[in-house]
């Protein structure tokens, strides 16, 4: 039986605009296998779709903790979503 994928929706709150944040996300969410989107959002934060194995996205919102050198993040929420199962790569999109 194969398990089905995790998929989050996850805002990044602090100082993650205008420091590379969604071109880490990125890369480290390709580094993990996952899928999904990454976009600066009007209020500051950074909102990203991350689906794939429950390892590796449990991994990513780790990593969301830190986050790239010059970021400075101060808060991570994130909520269940039942989209995204199909998303096809890891894509930074534009701002809503």
């Known amino acids: 039986m194969v398990a089905k994928p995790k998929s989050l929706i996850v805002t990044i709150r602090g100082k993650v605009q205008g420091v590379g944040f969604r ?3 990125q890369t480290e969410a390709q580094k993990l296998g996952l899928r999904g989107w990454v976009r ?3 209020d500051g934060s950074v909102c990203a779709l991350i689906v794939g194995p429950e390892h590796a996205v449990d991994k ?3 990593r969301f903790e830190e986050g790239p050198g010059a970021a400075s993040v101060s808060r991570v929420t994130s909520e269940s979503s ?3 199962q ?3 790569g890891f894509n ?3 701002s809503d």
Request: net charge neutral.
């Open 23 to 25: 071109y880490w996300t």
């Open 92 to 94: 930074i999109v534009g």
């Open 86 to 88: 199909s998303a096809d």
């Open 40 to 42: 600066n959002e009007s």
């Open 82 to 84: 039942g989209k995204g």
């Open 60 to 62: 990513m919102l780790k």
